[in-house]
């Protein structure tokens, strides 16, 4: 799945909770497949095989004529170290936070084999 919100710098806030529900999604998808471990536990942020980051990104200054923006983010969903979800978050020369959402849950339903 690909997707993108913009939004205008301050408003950034309205997005974030978009993230969390998208990936309790992708983990919720997954995790009916291969573990059923929140039949026990309903929390999401506690599933032993799931791990969410927040990072900051830099790009490497040989590769960019940009300025480097402190507000660029990404977010990842990663199941068994594998990354499955990314959401990048990029400010515009307009000021304007753009937001691009990524997955690849097909190829994670089809090549995860189950333990």
Known sequence: MEKEI??????EHQVYP????????????IDAKFDNLLL????????????RRVLGIKPAPEY???????????????????VIAVVTKQMDAWNYAQFS???????????????
């Open 101 to 115: 959402f990524f997955d690849n849950l097909e190829e994670i339903l089809k090549n995860i084999p189950e333990e």
């Open 18 to 29: 978009l993230i969390e529900q998208y990936f309790d999604e992708l983990q919720r998808k």
């Open 64 to 82: 960019s004529y940009e300025p480097l923006r402190p507000d660029d983010r990404m977010w990842q969903l990663l199941y068994k170290g594998k």
């Open 6 to 11: 913009t939004v205008i710098t301050g408003e």
């Open 40 to 51: 026990e536990n309903s929390n999401l942020l506690l599933h032993p095989h799931f791990e």
